[in-house]
């Protein structure tokens, strides 16, 4: 009796290891995408993961400081990247090695930028560049280098880093996953969802991971791409959908006048260091790293030239005191003649200290470059445009930080080229 059953278990088992067998004989034949993700797992090596991103040089420069470029060939001194719509992508290319760069979800009519939970599905593809390349979403960002980013790799890893004020933790270390496409030119998906403090990832629609955010609070929503060794990389994006707040909001990338996610780059061409932005965005850079170059009394001169735009919509200009906070100055020109001075300060309305005048030493024309010089000892600037004395505003406030250049966008996208850089610190 124990022998007959045995024989019957042993016959049952093998009908379905037999019908296993041909169940996934059969899977590839129906879902042809199945037997080339089967194909290419038999056939691609597992890489090492990517190095960790180098900590930005912070060692004293000699002061005074003095920092001079005349644009003539790509330094690694200022950024060098682009974010733009491409054949219905958002492509986002790096020139330089350890630097980052996103596209900011700018919000809609029922939610601001500032965002705490969402759910975020994107399909994304590097291009071309280094392996060792990241890539994905980042989040709850209130200052440039101050977010949480959920990232990958097409060496086929993935992870969840931490950075605050530029320093970074892995939530989740650089973990190797069978679920990632890998090699250059291949897409995958990627979703993360954020409710409260739990933070779930998905990639090509498998679970991979669920991480807890201790502190939690509002902020920047991005896609977002990093180099580590080498620059010359770039990544699409593609077909995003989420909600926030409950609403939802897609985007395809098929205009760009229509995308609700920011694009703009700062790279060095035929001697000048050009800006561009698309409507509603302002685009800063300042001297990297930036740390290195922070001032309290300084000169300033350069070349400001108004390549596109629509003049009555434009500024463009100088930060300063800017310590990566989103607090700092901005002295800046309209394509219409005028200068202002503003106060940017995290979290608040900004500031207006100088309202708009119109200076007629500016030259207007289209295409036309305005000679700047800034001199700002103590709570003093003193202006001048074109070689002519403007004037100066007292009782500023006295802060230290970056010295940088800057563009801000109103209803059109513009471009400015600026050159011939001197910045000079004054001390007592």
């Not at 708009?356 to 010089?373: C, K, Q, S, V, Y």
């Amino acid at each position: 009796m124990i022998r007959s059953l045995l024989r019957r278990l042993n016959f049952a088992l093998c009908v379905v290891i037999v019908a296993e067998c041909i169940a996934l004989g059969l899977v590839p034949l129906q879902v042809p995408d199945v037997a080339a993700r089967l194909m290419r797992l038999t056939t691609i090596d597992r890489q090492t993961p990517p190095p960790a991103r180098t900590a930005p040089d912070v060692s004293a420069l000699p002061r005074p400081l003095t920092l001079v470029d005349t644009f003539d060939r790509p330094s690694a001194l200022w950024d060098q990247s682009n974010v733009s719509i491409q054949d219905s992508h958002l492509a986002i290319q790096l020139r330089l090695p350890q630097s980052d760069a996103y596209a900011l979800w700018l919000g809609d009519a029922a939610n601001t930028s500032q965002v705490m939970d969402f759910s975020l599905t994107t399909l994304v593809t590097q291009v071309s560049g280094a392996t060792d390349a990241s890539y994905g979403i980042r989040f709850r960002q209130e200052t440039p280098d101050s977010y949480l980013y959920v990232a990958l790799t097409a060496r086929g890893y993935w992870q969840v880093l931490r950075s605050i004020a530029g320093v970074r933790t892995e939530m989740v270390p650089w973990t190797y996953s069978h679920t990632i496409e890998q090699g250059i030119g291949y897409t995958n998906e990627l979703s993360v969802t954020a409710a409260g403090p739990v933070i779930t990832i998905h990639i090509n629609g498998v679970q991979v991971g669920t991480v807890i955010d201790q502190a939690p609070i509002p902020g920047q929503l991005t896609l977002s791409a990093a180099t580590t060794t080498s620059g010359d990389v770039r990544v699409d994006f593609d077909t995003v959908r989420g909600s926030v707040g409950g609403i939802a909001f897609s985007d395809d990338f098929d205009s760009a006048s229509a995308t609700r996610f920011s694009n703009g780059g700062s790279y060095t061409q035929d001697g000048q260091y050009i800006i561009r932005a698309n409507a509603g965005v302002s685009v800063w850079q300042n001297p990297q790293p930036q740390k290195r170059t922070y001032v309290t009394d300084f000169s300033l001169s350069l070349n400001a030239t108004l390549l596109r735009g629509n003049p009555t919509s434009v500024g463009y200009g100088i930060v300063y005191g800017d310590t990566g906070d989103f607090s700092h100055s901005i002295l800046l020109f309209g394509g219409n003649g005028t200068v202002q001075l503003l106060q940017s300060n995290t979290g608040k309305p900004t500031q207006r200290l100088l309202e708009p005048l119109e200076l007629p030493m500016i030259d207007t024309r289209d295409g036309a470059t305005n000679h700047i010089e800034v001199r700002k000892v103590g709570g003093t600037l003193t202006l001048s445009v074109n070689d002519v004395v403007v004037g100066s505003i007292d009782n500023l406030p006295i802060k230290t930080g970056s010295v940088g250049m800057i563009l801000v966008c109103g209803s059109d996208q513009a471009e400015v080229a600026y050159d011939d850089f001197v910045l000079t610190e004054l001390v007592p």
